[in-house]
């Protein structure tokens, strides 16, 4: 196959004359735009070959609704970043490929170490990630040697190495109140506005790192009870990475799997989403002949009002996820001494989540632990 054709985009959240800045900006590589002759051609391409391979695909909600539905027709899955890893390793596939951003392709070698874990674009990274580097990292948890590190789900392999809990958006508060009432002070990364959350929520003494999403953060407060104003029937769903003026207006506040939940449980019509749009994909899915709105990410004035869109996952395309499976480039590594301290802090909310939950650890049966791990989601 030839070289696959990209349009590169580049730029640094340009301030726009508003003084917002719009997350449809950030610097990416986009794959091109398929016909949809060649969308048919590279679709049926890549079931050909994910089944002669011995690969299955697992997709985040926030990728293009194309990869997302490749996914499910194949027998992957299309969930947050930990349901993709333990899919992959409870699933006979020894390749797994993962359509996402970078760490959630870590989270997955770090729980399947033996498997093969490809990736359509190894760029594809994460704000949180990339502000959160091992060394000021490392350097920080050296300076308070009396708190306990708790990390994101979305941080790098070495990172979470360095920590004694990794937790999730849906399960990090449980986690904090349990160590707080346990007397613990908390170190948390990357994230301030989940961190604040939590703490708030909690009263937990926190030191927290300041790190923030690139889509979640430019929710804006102000602009979202404008269009509360235009939908007042619409129930408003608030992924917790999000500013606290916007989460402060929320009538659900969770993990992606969680939102999913809400919509399909609520008798409301009309979701105002305050999280990546490429949520919207599954939500029209799973609740059809709903409404779902946009939140706000800038004024009246801005090129763009509303573009909560993660700009590396929109790296993840239908025709580099066929490059991945005809050569078996874009393989994630990962230092065996790394992935054997970095599921450390895996296992242990793990083994938290199943004290809460009949059974949460991988068997083998896919269809029925499903459900089991869908409110415990990282994005």
Not at 5 to 22: D, I, L, N, W, Y
Not at 112 to 124: F, G, H, Q, T, V
Not at 196 to 216: E, P, R
Request: with cysteine; aromatic share 6%; net charge negative.
């Amino acid at each position: 196959m030839q070289a696959t054709a990209m349009k590169v985009v580049e730029f640094e959240r340009p301030q726009m004359e508003t003084g917002s800045s719009c997350t449809a900006n950030a610097w990416a590589k986009v794959p091109a735009t398929p016909t949809a002759d060649e969308r048919q051609a590279l679709k049926a391409r890549i079931r050909q070959l994910l089944k002669e391979k011995n690969a299955v695909l697992v997709a985040h909600y926030y990728v293009d609704g194309d990869l997302q539905d490749l996914a499910e027709e194949t027998g992957g899955c299309v969930s947050d970043s930990l349901e993709m890893a333990r899919f992959g390793r409870s699933h006979e596939a020894q390749t797994l490929v993962v359509a996402g951003v970078r760490f959630m392709g870590e989270t997955a070698k770090i729980l399947s170490p033996e498997k093969r874990i490809l990736m359509p674009d190894l760029d594809a990274t994460c704000s949180l990630d990339l502000g959160c580097s091992t060394d000021e990292f490392t350097a920080f948890c050296d300076a308070h040697p009396d708190r306990t590190v708790v990390v994101y789900a979305n941080t790098s392999a070495a990172v979470k190495a360095r920590a004694d809990w990794m937790v999730t958006s849906s399960i990090g508060l449980d986690i904090v109140k349990h160590l707080h009432e346990q007397g613990k002070k908390i170190l948390w990364a990357p994230d301030k506005h989940l961190g604040g959350y939590i703490q708030k929520q909690t009263g937990a003494d926190m030191l927290l790192w300041q790190g923030s999403c690139l889509v979640h953060d430019e929710f804006k407060g102000v602009e979202l009870e404008l269009l509360r104003k235009e939908y007042p029937k619409a129930l408003i769903l608030v992924h917790p990475e999000s500013p606290e003026a916007v989460v402060a207006q929320a009538d659900v506040i969770g993990s992606t799997s969680q939102l999913i939940a809400a919509v399909q449980s609520s008798d409301a019509k009309e979701f105002i989403v305050a999280t990546d749009n490429g949520i919207l994909h599954k939500m029209r899915m799973a609740a059809p002949g709903k409404i779902f709105i946009d939140a706000p990410t800038a004024g009246n004035s801005a090129t763009c009002k509303s573009c909560a869109h993660c700009p590396w996952m929109a790296m993840n395309g239908l025709q580099n996820l066929l490059q991945v499976l005809e050569t078996g480039s874009n393989e994630i590594h990962i230092d065996p001494a790394i992935g054997k301290k970095a599921v450390v802090c895996i296992d242990r909310m793990l083994d938290f989540a199943a004290q809460k939950k009949a059974n949460v650890r991988a068997t083998g049966a896919l269809e029925n632990e499903q459900k089991l791990f869908a409110g415990i989601g990282p994005a």
